[in-house]
């Protein structure tokens, strides 16, 4: 599918009418669908041009048309980072914390907000 959308693909150097973009399905990088384009954004000031996608759940999602790797019967991405899944841009595990303060004398890891050991009872720096 990817392969054929890039084979058929209108490069971005030529152009691409607002009428022909509008309604397109836009799809990642890994093949996924992740919306329709509902609109073109353009960026006052700027020469970023940038697509208005309406995600399958009804939430608008802009991509920067340097994300667009080619046009053709759909929108393909270069990526899949600005339309992925809440549940995907949210990291499923907590980032490890780098302020836990252990313990000089007995390694224990206390709170942050900890001041003396909980474990042993020395005094956190
Ligand atoms: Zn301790």
Same mark, same amino acid.
């Given at each position: 599918?990817?392969?054929?959308?890039?084979? !058929?693909?209108?490069?971005?150097?030529?152009? !691409?009418?607002?009428? /022909? !973009?509008?309604?397109?399905? !836009?799809?990642?990088?890994?093949?996924?669908?992740?919306?329709?384009? &509902?609109?073109? $954004?353009?960026? %006052?000031?700027?020469? &970023?041009?940038?697509?208005?996608?309406?995600? /399958?759940?009804? &939430?608008?999602?802009?991509?920067?048309?340097?994300?667009?790797? $080619? %046009?053709?019967?759909?929108?393909?991405?270069?990526?899949?980072?600005?339309? $992925?899944?809440?549940?995907?841009?949210?990291? *499923?595990?907590?980032?490890? *914390?780098?302020? *836990? /303060?252990?313990?000089?004398?007995?390694?224990?890891? +206390?709170?942050?907000? $900890? +001041?003396?050991?909980? &474990?042993?009872?020395? /005094?956190?720096?």
């Amino acid at each position: 599918m990817i392969a054929y959308v890039l084979i !058929v693909g209108v490069l971005l150097s030529q152009f !691409v009418t607002r009428d /022909k !973009v509008i309604g397109m399905q !836009v799809v990642d990088q890994r093949g996924v669908i992740v919306g329709t384009v &509902k609109d073109i $954004a353009f960026t %006052v000031g700027r020469e &970023k041009i940038g697509l208005v996608v309406e995600t /399958k759940d009804k &939430k608008e999602a802009h991509v920067q048309w340097t994300d667009v790797a $080619a %046009v053709g019967d759909l929108v393909l991405l270069r990526t899949h980072m600005p339309l $992925a899944p809440p549940t995907l841009t949210i990291p *499923s595990t907590a980032p490890p *914390s780098t302020t *836990s /303060k252990v313990c000089p004398r007995c390694g224990f890891e +206390n709170l942050p907000i $900890a +001041n003396f050991c909980r &474990k042993c009872g020395a /005094k956190l720096t």
